[in-house]
């Protein structure tokens, strides 16, 4: 926690585009919330002073065993170009490897590109922002499916990600439900007692909700369903329409529910296997 007051002086040298932040409690704030103590944190110093910080996690994924994700890396730009973000995610997959993880992701903003593949992340596939009104996504209610809200504090162990939703954004839209103060909903869905999928969905500004929609292993015949009535849960938030980010790979599955309206996101989705 006492690194926070130099993480501050980072975040307000290299995040200043997309997020302002004034003081040492809201940094401190960010870092003590219950989603984020599922991560690991390295920070890089220099003469007892904090330069940089990387961000670290890993979350169960059915097709490739454990993914390992890197939810970000920040070097102050005073320090930049010296190594130090190298040496963080250097040293985040050391410890990723030692936990027999083979595969580790990231979301890179494009003016990052370069440096992710000088440490050997390359792109995979794009990721889209797909929008609809909550209206002209069909309603499928089916009595196989039972829904079941979900209390946030008690979070299901069973839960496998990322099959679907794109590695690390269900957790994040969880963790934003838990540590804000926005108004959300985290959801199961049962097929008799077999857990079959999962979806979350968060109010956004101007009568917008995001969602995101996962299915389990052996279980994606439900994605139609997971996705309507998790979408559709967010008229209880006040919202008119809902967004999601999706893969290419994913991309038409969600076109087969729904007509969205859809724009390629900036964020290049990066790999590396160790
Ligand atoms: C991206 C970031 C972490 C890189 O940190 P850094 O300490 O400057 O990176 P390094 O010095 O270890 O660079 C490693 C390599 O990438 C290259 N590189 C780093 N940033 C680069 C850039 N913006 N453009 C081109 N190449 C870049 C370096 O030249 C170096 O190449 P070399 O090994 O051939 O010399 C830093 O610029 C940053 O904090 N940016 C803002 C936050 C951000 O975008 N984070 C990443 C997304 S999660």
Not at 39 to 44: E, F, I, K, M, Q
């Given at each position: 926690m006492r690194d926070c007051k130099d993480i501050l002086t980072i975040y307000q040298t290299t995040r200043w585009l997309s997020r302002k932040y004034n003081t040492v409690e809201e940094v401190k704030t960010e870092h003590r919330t219950l989603g984020f103590s599922n991560?690991?944190?390295?920070?890089?110093e220099h003469q007892e002073q904090v330069v940089g910080e990387i961000v670290f996690g890993a979350e169960r994924n059915p097709a490739s065993g454990q993914v390992g994700m890197i939810r970000?890396?920040?070097?102050?730009i005073r320090y930049q170009k010296r190594s130090i973000g190298a040496?963080?995610?250097h040293a985040a997959e050391d410890i990723l490897r030692?936990?027999?993880?083979g595969r580790v992701a990231a979301n890179s903003p494009p003016e990052a590109y370069n440096f992710w593949m000088k440490v050997?992340?390359?792109a995979r596939?794009?990721?889209?922002?797909i929008q609809a009104p909550i209206k002209s996504i069909p309603t499928r209610n089916t009595a196989k499916v039972t829904a079941k809200f979900v209390d946030p504090s008690a979070l299901p162990k069973d839960w496998v990600f990322s099959l679907i939703a794109p590695p690390g954004e269900l957790l994040a839209i969880v963790r934003e439900i838990v540590d804000s103060d926005k108004q959300g909903r985290i959801l199961e869905f049962y097929s008799g007692k077999t857990l079959v999928g999962a979806g979350a969905v968060v109010r956004s500004e101007g009568r917008r909700a995001r969602f995101v929609a996962d299915t389990m292993p052996q279980t994606t015949d439900n994605l139609e369903e997971v996705v309507s009535r998790t979408a559709r849960s967010s008229t209880s938030l006040k919202a008119d329409s809902v967004f999601t980010r999706v893969s290419s790979?994913?991309?038409?599955?969600?076109q087969a529910i729904s007509h969205w309206s859809t724009v390629l996101s900036q964020d290049i989705p990066v790999n590396r296997f160790l």
């Open positions: 991560w690991g944190w390295l920070v890089a970000s890396v920040d070097v102050d040496q963080l995610v030692a936990k027999r993880i050997k992340y390359f596939g794009s990721l889209y922002d790979e994913h991309l038409p599955k969600y």
